[in-house]
């Protein structure tokens, strides 16, 4: 696996400039008080990631911000509610395309993972540790595949004939990297 999916602190931007607000309810978690809370670290993230693309022009018009605002909404219930995303789509009046595509545009640029990468590491600092990992966790685990599933191959000693998913996590149990490759490779 390679080094570079790790990031330091420096190489994450700042988040957007605004209050992000904080969960409403102290004594446990609550679903329906986190949204806001998930819809402006989207936003801010998605923020971010528009500063970094300098001298690079958004074509078309711009975005509706209300729209966008609900579109994340619905992913955090699609999330967390276990909708389906043509019910989720029906329901809400948004397009399933443009609910989906939206979904599917966010996940190419990498704003999914960036997030959990931003909360790993405020998790970290949180609980007092360094900004990079000082000891992580890697493990391998070899799953059935069906035979039309990307590419797969024979792990030997489990016979098992599949792909085989390597995890990198750190002491916390953050997620840091994730591979997929065939059974057979170590």
Known sequence: ?????????????????????????????NVLADIEVFVFAVEAELEAMDHERVGVHRRGRKPDLTLRRRLIGLIWTLTFG??????????????????????????????????????????????????LPSVVVADSRSLRSAPTAWMRGIDGGKLVLGVKLFVVCDKHGSLLDLELQPANTD
């Open 1 to 29: 696996m390679s080094r570079t999916s790790l990031r330091s602190n420096t190489d994450l931007p700042p988040p957007s400039g605004r209050h992000v607000p904080r969960p409403s309810r102290g004594d446990g978690w």
């Open 82 to 131: 276990g909708l389906q995303w043509r019910v989720a789509g029906w329901l809400s009046g948004v397009p399933f395309t443009t609910l989906h595509s939206s979904f599917a545009h966010w996940t190419r640029l990498g704003l999914w993972r960036r997030l959990g990468q931003r909360l790993a590491l405020a998790w970290r600092l949180a609980c007092g540790d360094e900004v």
